[in-house]
């Protein structure tokens, strides 16, 4: 039974980020054409790196804000004891001296800040580690607001991972926002990472770490 109630808490939670950062689109959406102050698209216009070349991805990656969980989560919603904690990806994808990521214990689930996306930006990527309980899946969500201004989320994918870092693949997301693009030529997103709360099992300790967007991929 308590079980039932951290899963049924969890989907509550998942939905009430996605409210809040649907009423932060709308606001952004209404002060600017660009998708608004937390969510703009200054990507277009920066020099990016290629993080996962060594992988033969020669995709140019921008950090979503925070994404390396080496500094203060302000504009990220973190719950049921999701939290920064020592230990760095093994790939050193940013910089040689970061030395955090972020842990999602079972049941958990953390939501990124707002992410301004384009028909240009059609994927992300990062490095997972699951310590635990292989069974249990950590869930993506896609958070958005619809043509018709309602809140939607809507789940991508359930990564699974071992007890060492691995590279998810590169995990496409713009499908359920392809009428907002093709309308303004951009939208602004949200990410939610949820740690699977399975019943009867032993518990999944699952770390991110390094979230990158790709807005430039061909191919």
């Known amino acids: 039974m308590g079980r039932h109630r951290k899963a049924w ?6 939905a009430v980020a996605l409210v809040g950062m649907a009423m932060a689109t709308s606001g952004a959406l209404a002060g600017s054409p660009k998708g608004g102050v937390s969510g703009n698209c200054d990507w277009m216009n920066t020099s990016l790196p290629t ?11 921008f950090l979503v804000s925070g994404g390396d969980f080496e500094g203060a989560l302000s504009d ?4 049921d004891g999701a939290a920064i904690v020592p230990g760095n990806e093994s790939y050193q994808l940013g910089s040689p001296s970061d030395s955090q990521s972020l842990a999602l214990p079972n049941g958990s689930s953390v939501t990124t800040p707002i992410i301004c996306v384009t028909a240009q930006s059609p994927d992300l990527r990062m490095a997972v580690l699951n310590s ?9 969500y896609l958070n958005f607001t619809d043509d ?20 998810t693949d590169s995990l496409k997301f713009l ?12 939208a602004t997103v949200s990410f939610t990472f949820a740690a699977e709360a399975k019943q009867d099992t032993p518990d999944s300790h699952w770390q991110i770490d390094d ?9």
């Not at 993080?51 to 990656?61: C, K, L, M, S, V």
């Not at 635990?132 to 993506?140: C, E, N």
């Not at 499908?175 to 951009?186: A, E, F, M, S, W």
């Open 9 to 14: 808490r969890l989907t509550a939670l998942v």
């Open 51 to 61: 993080p996962f070349a060594p992988w033969d991805d020669y995709g140019q990656y």
């Open 76 to 79: 990220w919603t973190l719950n």
């Open 132 to 140: 635990g309980a292989k069974d249990p899946k950590l869930r993506v």
């Open 148 to 167: 018709k201004g309602n809140p939607r989320t809507q789940k991508l994918k359930d990564l699974r991972g071992g007890p060492s870092w691995t590279l």
């Open 175 to 186: 499908g359920p926002v392809n009428n907002i693009l093709k309308r303004n030529g951009q």
């Open 211 to 219: 979230l990158y967007v790709d807005p430039y991929k061909s191919g």
